[in-house]
Nanobody, 123 residues
Framework: DVQLQAFGGGLVQAGGSLRLSCAASGLTFDDYAIGWFRQAPGQEREGVSCRSRLDGSLYYTDSVRGRFTVSSDNAKNTVYLQMNSLKPEDTAVYYC????????????????WGQGTLVTVSS
C-alpha cells in the first residue's frame, strides 16, 4: 500500500507560522515530485509548491513565494512545508501529493494523495 499522510495543521493567528509534514509509506518520496496543494471551501484545489524529482528544484505559487519553504528529511521519508507570515487567505485544507514531475499544477497529474490537514489563519 502507498500512503501519504499530511499533518500539522491547526489554528494560528495572522503573521504566525506553522509547519506541515507529509509522511510517506510504500513510496520513497525522493523518487517522486512532491507537491503541496490547498483547497478552501467552495474553491478549486490550488497548487502551492512542488519539489522536483530529477534535480530537486523547488517551485512555489506566487502567493506563497517567500513565505513558504519546502524541506525534507530523507531518513524519515518526510517532506515539510514551513509556512511563515501566514495570512487569512492561506486558510484551507492542505494536501501533499506525489507525481512524476512538477510540470503541471493540475491535481490530476498527481498519482498519490494524502489526507488533508486543515490550516485556519485568524485575522
Amino acid at each position: 500500500d502507498v500512503q501519504l499522510q499530511a499533518f500539522g495543521g491547526g489554528l494560528v493567528q495572522a503573521g504566525g507560522s506553522l509547519r506541515l509534514s507529509c509522511a510517506a509509506s510504500g513510496l520513497t518520496f525522493d523518487d517522486y515530485a512532491i507537491g503541496w496543494f490547498r483547497q478552501a471551501p467552495g474553491q478549486e484545489r490550488e497548487g502551492v509548491s512542488c519539489r522536483s524529482r530529477l534535480d530537486g528544484s523547488l517551485y512555489y505559487t506566487d502567493s506563497v513565494r517567500g513565505r513558504f519553504t519546502v524541506s525534507s528529511d530523507n531518513a524519515k521519508n518526510t517532506v515539510y512545508l514551513q509556512m511563515n507570515s501566514l495570512k487569512p487567505e492561506d486558510t484551507a485544507v492542505y494536501y501533499c501529493a506525489a507525481a512524476l514531475s512538477c510540470r503541471s499544477w493540475d491535481p490530476l497529474s498527481y498519482d498519490y494523495w494524502g489526507q488533508g490537514t486543515l490550516v485556519t489563519v485568524s485575522s
